[in-house]
T-cell receptor
């Protein structure tokens, strides 16, 4: 049963600490998206990749967020330093460029104290 | 103005009622329009998608797109308690943009 795997599922950290979230896309998918979900803003696009190349990261605060795909089986989202306003659920999703369906992971719930 | 606007609800309707969910958008470049369903503490899952204007039906669900008005709708017939979830519209010209989602409660 192919699925997108995200780790960690839950993370509580203190302001100023570095946070790294990881995503394993479905094997064979060539597009990976990172979203952040809050009650106030809904599901916001942070960044997305196609064939491991970043296409758009305009949704990310550039000074503290970074997203990478070191290989086809791993996408990472890093926050350094973290702030309380970063508290949210972060979703990774993967898909095929010719197909409009995105498959989402279970999300990483981040709380920054 | 956000690219995609969606009323967050909550929307409560009795079981068996017809539910209408809607989104408006501003980017005329959007070509594909989708509806995702999200249960509590889960990731969204694709429910339906349509290309350009028109209607698409799948069981109790009907998606409508009116590009001239930049308006899309999802109708749920004979609503069931199991339909209680958050429904997110989404659209794409390459990157996929989501609405905030509408929380729907179907009352038994």
């Amino acid at each position: 049963d192919a699925r997108v795997t995200q780790t960690p599922r839950h993370k509580v950290t203190e302001m100023g600490q570095e946070v790294t979230m990881r995503c394993q896309p479905i094997l064979g998918h060539n597009t990976v998206f990172w979203y952040r979900q809050t009650m106030m803003q809904g599901l916001e696009l942070l960044a997305y990749f196609r064939n491991r190349a970043p296409l758009d990261d305009s949704g990310m605060p550039k000074d503290r967020f970074s997203a990478e795909m070191p290989d086809a089986t791993l996408a990472t989202l890093k926050i350094q330093p973290s702030e309380p306003r970063d508290s949210a659920v972060y979703f990774c999703a993967s898909g095929l460029v010719m197909d409009r369906e995105l498959f989402f992971g279970e999300g990483s719930r981040l709380t920054v104290l | 103005q956000k690219e995609v606007e969606q009323d967050p609800g909550p929307l409560s309707v009795p079981e068996g009622a017809i539910v209408s969910l809607n989104c408006t958008y501003s980017n005329s470049a959007f070509q594909y329009f989708m509806w995702y369903r999200q249960y509590s503490r889960k990731g969204p899952e694709l429910l339906m998608y349509t290309y350009s204007s028109g209607n698409k039906e799948d069981g109790r669900f009907t998606a409508q797109v009116d590009k001239s008005s930049k308006y899309i709708s999802l109708f749920i017939r004979d609503s069931q308690p199991s339909d209680s979830a958050t429904y997110l519209c989404a659209m794409t010209d390459d990157k996929i943009i989501f609405g905030k989602g509408t929380r729907l409660h179907i009352l038994p």
